[in-house]
């Protein structure tokens, strides 16, 4: 059995909501075996235009993908907290908290054009999400995977009505977004 990874909520996030992302991610790290996990709590919702966008050249082009994902260009002010794991050796299905330096830096964004994901880890799993969840009854996530070549990316976002149902999917399908965020519910009692 996978070993559930846990974040730990603000004051101002919704325990719920914290949870789902916890629970999607120990779905994702079950399917993939990432070697690195970065969560990045971001202070509010973001949308869908945040997927694959790089950064703005010339004070006001912006750009989106190109040949390899970047670090999204969210200014480090928005950035409420990181969380980077380790998985714990190749025979086991377990991640460690450890150090890393921030993800998101102060620089230029046109800077960011040459911050590729894949220069960071060759085997990672990265994941913003959004904070403030408490007083919102929205909320987003967006996921970049990394192995090697092979680069993929996609964008969740969420509404509150009693529980937290997904909204909107993008470069994800709606029955597989659904999957990961239910795939490790506990079983009452547990």
């Known amino acids: ?89 190749p025979d086991k299905p377990t ?23 894949n220069q960071i880890s060759a085997s990672g799993l990265f994941a913003w999400y959004s904070g403030g969840t408490k007083k919102n009854d929205r909320a987003s996530l967006m996921v970049y995977r990394i192995e090697k070549e092979n680069e993929f990316s996609w964008y969740g976002s969420f509404l509150k009505k009693e529980d937290w149902r997904i909204y909107k999917a993008r470069g994800i399908s709606r029955i597989e977004l659904t999957r990961l965020t239910e795939m490790f519910v506990p079983e009452p009692g547990d």
């Open 1 to 89: 059995m996978q070993s559930m990874i846990t974040l730990d909520p603000t004051e101002h996030d919704d325990p719920q909501f914290v949870e789902l992302i916890a629970r999607t991610l120990t779905a994702l790290a079950h399917d993939y075996k990432p070697v690195e996990i970065y969560a990045i709590q971001i202070d509010n919702w973001f949308d869908h235009k945040w997927k694959g966008f790089s950064g703005v050249v010339a004070l006001q082009l912006g750009t989106w993908a190109g040949p390899s994902l970047r670090v999204p260009p969210f200014n480090p002010n928005r950035v409420i907290g990181q969380t980077h794991l380790r998985m714990d050796g």
């Open 95 to 117: 991640y460690t908290i450890e150090p890393a330096p921030p993800l998101h830096i102060n620089q230029m964004s046109s800077d960011n054009l040459r911050r590729n994901l």
